[in-house]
């Protein structure tokens, strides 16, 4: 079992660092440890844990700006956040419950390095769009600073698009700068039943080029729509979600139910009952509990007019469903042990697009690409990259790509 490292603050962190360099010892670098199970299996000496850096630093609600050690974990940010009637707005999932743990318990630090997003990213980008500053450490041991308490960046290299999404693999971060926005006065659904999945594909095609700014849009197959939170009834549910001003939501739902109303039959999810429903869309709730729970899952990107040529293309017996109006598709594999990562990666390289095995057990995880596979060149250019924060491969080395 690897030693546990925890340091107390970023000049631990910087030490740490520097100690594994100089013994050519490799750490995994974890916060909560909520999305430990995503990537190649790693083999490591120490694990750098980076959750005693907790705390909010600075969070000013009229600037939209805050400011939080690494560690700090997501629910104390976004209770924080809510206190101000103001959210993170790219809805950030929460990874916990895919592997049997318990809802809330990741890290601010994590949502960065993973690059984390939810249904609203369609309207408002992942974690990098909202990423404006960052302290940490690099493979070097060096102290680093990029960003700062501003929208945009103009100075220099934006190293906040870098490190964000490369899962610990370039630096270890300590502390984190979001911008936050108002939260919507309210929201309310618009469900269209019992379409067949590529109809639902034009449904929010439809929706998405209409001009009532909808900010969620899903399919949910009638085979699994049963598992998700706060639906009217049974049976494939096409949602759309709009937000803002109740006067401003109220018209909008009317007239987009209006525009949907010649694919089927139209209702409304308000309030509460809508969190929920996007909350359990965000989470991918059919895929952490029971029987879904065991499978390998998949995370596909793709153009959203083609999620829906996926069904034909892999096993019959898979469970899916999409986000992002199509261009997201959640699949649950069949058999307990057996990605097929042969059948998802020949079925994406048909259509276009990207996947990510998210939960696989180890062996499977060693054997198969967990991120996409990158082609020669780009393969090269992540060497560099990581060659230039981390020469001696001490961060979460061969997480994202084996070498990498």
């Known amino acids: 079992m690897a030693d546990i490292v925890k340091p107390r603050d970023a000049k631990d962190v910087e030490d740490a660092v520097r100690f594994a360099v100089s013994n ?33 630093v600075l969070y000013e609600p009229e600037e939209l700006v805050l400011t939080a050690q690494a560690g700090t974990p997501l629910a104390v940010i976004e209770e924080a956040v809510r206190a101000a009637n103001q959210e993170l707005a790219f809805e950030p999932i929460d990874y916990a419950p895919l592997f049997g743990g318990a809802a809330g318990g990741g890290t601010i630090g994590g949502v960065i390095a993973a690059n ?8 408002q980008g992942a974690a990098r769009d909202h990423f404006l500053g960052a302290k940490g450490v690099t493979g070097r041991g060096d102290a680093v600073k990029t960003g700062g308490r501003v929208v945009k960046n103009v100075t220099g290299y934006d190293l906040c698009k870098l490190i964000a999404g490369s899962w610990g693999t370039l630096a270890a971060l300590t502390e984190v700068t979001i911008k936050v926005l108002p939260c919507a006065e309210t929201e309310t659904t618009v469900v269209v039943h019992d379409l067949d999945d590529k109809t639902a594909m034009r449904a929010m095609a439809a929706a998405m080029g209409s001009s009532f ?26 949602c759309l979600r709009v937000e803002g001003f109740a006067v401003s939501v109220k018209h909008r739902r009317e007239t ?24 359990s869309i965000r989470d991918a709730r059919p895929f952490a509990h029971g029987q879904g729970l065991k499978r ?109």
């Open 24 to 56: 050519e010892t490799a750490l995994e670098v974890v916060g909560a440890g909520t999305k430990r199970g995503i990537g190649r299996p790693l083999q490591t000496d120490m694990t750098l844990d980076l959750s005693g850096l907790s705390g909010i």
């Open 256 to 279: 987009l139910a209006a525009l949907l109303a010649p694919f089927g039959r139209v209702s409304f999810v308000e309030a509460e009952s809508s969190r929920a429903l996007w909350r």
């Open 116 to 123: 984390l997003s939810g249904p609203r990213r369609i309207r």
């Open 213 to 238: 700014d909808v900010s969620g849009a899903a399919h949910l197959p009638d085979h699994i729509a049963a598992h998700f939170d706060g639906l009217p009834e049974e049976g494939a549910s096409t």
């Open 296 to 404: 390998p899952l998949w995370r596909i990107s793709t153009e959203p007019m083609r999620g829906a040529d996926l069904a034909d293309l892999i096993p019959p017996s898979a469970q899916m469903f999409y986000d992002w109006a199509g261009g997201l598709v959640w699949v649950g594999m069949p058999v307990e042990e057996e990605p097929d990562a042969a059948a998802i990666r020949s079925a994406v390289a048909a259509i276009g697009g990207h996947a990510t095995l998210v939960r696989a057990p180890v062996a499977a995880r060693a054997a198969n690409d967990v991120f996409p596979p990158q082609e020669a060149g780009l393969a090269a250019l992540s060497k560099r990259v990581k060659d230039s924060f981390d020469p001696n491969g001490v961060l979460n080395p061969g997480r994202m790509w084996a070498g990498i």
